[in-house]
């Protein structure tokens, strides 16, 4: 049973930094992908960054240059890290693991959420 658990969430004002943690229950060598999702009051969950296990990474154009995932894996733990942070970036930001397998199936994890809150 995966479990994920987000951190570092806060309230900040536009031009500041956070950065997020997600803490896995076990290696993160065996998930596919590892990505931060964020949810806006009345919006979508939608993608904000993914980091593959090749170190393969992709952002949502809004936060391109701003932000940045990494992971550590002795510490099963994958960051993102929030610079020049805008009040459109206020969010609930969910950890996500993904898992391939074959057939095409795929399963996919998620964390309880931390708030993001960047004040104008």
């Known amino acids: 049973q995966v479990q994920l658990v987000e951190s570092g969430g806060g309230l900040v004002q536009a031009g500041g930094s956070l950065r997020l943690s997600c803490a896995a229950s076990e290696s993160i060598f065996r998930f596919d992908v590892m990505g931060w999702y964020r949810q806006a009051p009345g919006t979508q969950r939608d993608l904000v960054a993914r980091?593959?296990?090749?170190?393969?990474?992709n952002y949502v154009d809004s936060v391109k240059g701003r932000f940045t995932i990494s992971r550590d894996n002795a510490k099963n733990t994958v960051y993102l890290q929030m610079n020049s942070l805008k009040p459109e970036d206020t969010a609930v930001y969910y950890c996500?693991?993904?898992?391939?397998?074959?057939?095409?199936?795929?399963?996919?994890?998620w964390g309880q959420g931390t708030q993001v809150t960047v004040s104008s």
């Open positions: 980091l593959t296990t090749g170190a393969s990474t």
């Open positions: 996500n693991a993904e898992q391939h397998t074959a057939y095409g199936r795929s399963y996919n994890y």
